[in-house]
């Protein structure tokens, strides 16, 4: 398998320019043998989790409030930016031809402009420290290691907001999203757009193709993710989740069985009178709150 692609320039200079497609169709092969491994696992390895315990005399609402719109408006159109980048930059190379280069860099800039939102909102409207890993974080990834590895004796500390699994998901999407964005605002540079001239001799033709490789491996680690990603996203064991992402609400008795109080503090009360305590964003009637607000995973 080759790993990137080379060609000869004007000057007989040979120069990289690009990931060799084969790392697109490692992405696709890896991210579809984990789902079917993790299937296999689940079926037939995982133990049997207990059902969630609701318990109505905890003093908390019935429903915890998890993302706020604000937070769900930013996933649901940076996941479009995502697949339509995804979809531009890797169906040409399937053979499926369209005048995809105009919609790839205007869904470039829409993405950079939703991450810049969404860093700045994190950092100054949000608690960031909530996807940072502690040591709480640590004990139950191990934990989780060793029951995955059939130790189903293992402890496993209920989590913060946010699973250490999501966390580590995070910020690998992280890397890749900004590596993919900072060298594609560099790209752009090299093409006639509404707000510059282009500039193809900004940079040498060797200094180019790191740009090219590194947004090709950004890409081709995004491809990965995405798979991961929607895979989880539509296990039945993992929906109430990804209803959060939609109603912005989780079920008490899956607040009380999978995460720490102590970590992740909720207002109690009667839900159809609480109020947002430290979410700028605010919350609709009926929706119940917490009382730190993080960044959505």
Same mark, same amino acid.
């Given at each position: ?32 043998? /984990?789902?079917? +491994?993790?299937? %296999? @696992?689940?079926? /037939? ?6 059902? =969630? ?20 408006? /930013? ?9 339509? +980048? #995804?979809?531009?930059? /890797?169906?040409?190379? #399937? ?24 860093? $700045? ?6 608690? %960031? @420290? ?26 496993? =500390? ?16 992280? $890397? ?23 500039? =193809? &001799?900004? #940079? ?6 790191? $740009?090219?490789? +590194? ?15 929607? &895979? ?28 720490? =109080? ?36």
């Amino acid at each position: 398998m080759e790993l990137w692609r080379r060609a000869v320039n004007p000057w007989n200079q040979e120069v990289l320019i690009g990931v060799s497609w084969d790392l697109m169709w490692a992405a696709i092969i890896v991210g579809g043998g /984990f789902v079917v +491994l993790h299937t %296999l @696992w689940a079926k /037939f390895i995982a133990p049997a989790g207990a059902e =969630p315990a609701d318990d109505a005399d905890s003093g908390l609402p019935g429903r915890i409030l998890r993302h706020a719109m604000s937070e769900r408006v /930013f996933h649901w159109l940076m996941a479009v930016a995502m697949l339509v +980048l #995804l979809v531009t930059a /890797f169906f040409p190379v #399937l053979g499926i031809q369209f005048a995809w280069v105009t919609i790839h860099w205007v869904a470039g800039v829409i993405l950079t402009a939703l991450i810049a939102y969404h860093i $700045v909102h994190a950092t100054f409207f949000q608690n %960031l @420290w909530t996807m940072w890993i502690d040591k709480h974080d640590i004990k139950a990834g191990v934990g989780e290691i060793k029951h995955i590895l059939g130790d189903h004796e293992a402890e496993v =500390p209920r989590a913060g907001k946010y699973p250490v699994d999501h966390i580590l998901f995070h910020h690998s999407a992280a $890397v890749a999203g900004l590596g993919a964005i900072a060298t594609g605002v560099l790209m752009m540079l090299r093409l006639e757009t509404p707000f510059w001239t282009a500039n =193809p &001799y900004m #940079l040498a033709d060797s200094s180019w193709g790191v $740009v090219y490789v +590194l947004h090709g491996l950004s890409g081709v680690g995004l491809i990965t993710l995405t798979i991961t990603h929607i &895979y989880f996203a539509i296990r039945p064991d993992k929906w109430w989740i990804t209803k959060s992402m939609i109603f912005g609400w989780i079920p008490r008795s899956y607040y009380l069985k999978g995460h720490d =109080p102590a970590r992740w503090t909720v207002a109690g009360g009667d839900e159809a009178e609480l109020v947002t305590a430290g979410t700028p964003d605010g919350a609709s009637g009926g929706e119940a709150v917490t009382s730190d607000s993080g960044m959505p995973s």
